[in-house]
C-alpha cells in the first residue's frame, strides 16, 4: 500500500509539472509539431526572422512576432514586430530560428 501512494504521489507530481510547462511556454511565434501555429505541448517551432520574396528580385528581413500557416493551402501569414501583416505563398518565405547578423550570409545577399 505504501508503494501505491508514493506511486500515486510521483504521477500527480509529473502530471502538474508537465500542466506548468505547457502553461508557462512562450507563446510567440511558434508551432506545433505538425506546423500548425497553436501553442499546445509540442511546440517545437520557434522563430525570430523571415526572408520574404516580394518580387523577383527584391527580398525583404522581417523580425517575426507571429505567424500561422493554413492546413487546406499553403499560404502563410506573418506578423512583424511593428505589426505589419505580410500575406503569402510559403514558396516566398524562409522562416528563420534566430536574426541573422550582418556578416552572415543571407544578410550579406539581402543587402549588397
Known amino acids: 500500500m505504501k508503494k501505491f501512494v508514493q506511486t500515486f504521489i510521483v504521477i500527480v507530481a509529473l502530471v502538474i509539472l508537465a500542466v506548468l510547462t505547457v502553461w508557462l511556454t512562450p507563446r510567440t511565434a511558434s508551432a506545433d509539431l505538425f506546423g500548425n501555429n497553436s501553442m499546445y505541448l509540442f511546440d517545437n517551432y520557434t522563430y525570430k526572422a523571415a526572408v520574404i520574396k516580394l518580387t523577383a528580385s527584391q527580398s525583404i528581413l522581417i523580425e517575426v512576432k507571429s505567424w500561422q500557416d493554413y492546413n487546406d493551402s499553403d499560404t502563410i501569414t506573418l506578423t512583424d514586430t511593428d505589426g505589419m501583416n ?12 534566430k536574426m541573422p547578423s550582418r556578416d552572415s550570409a543571407i544578410y550579406q545577399a539581402l543587402y549588397q
Open 86 to 97: 505580410y500575406y503569402t505563398s510559403s514558396d516566398n518565405v524562409i522562416l528563420l530560428n
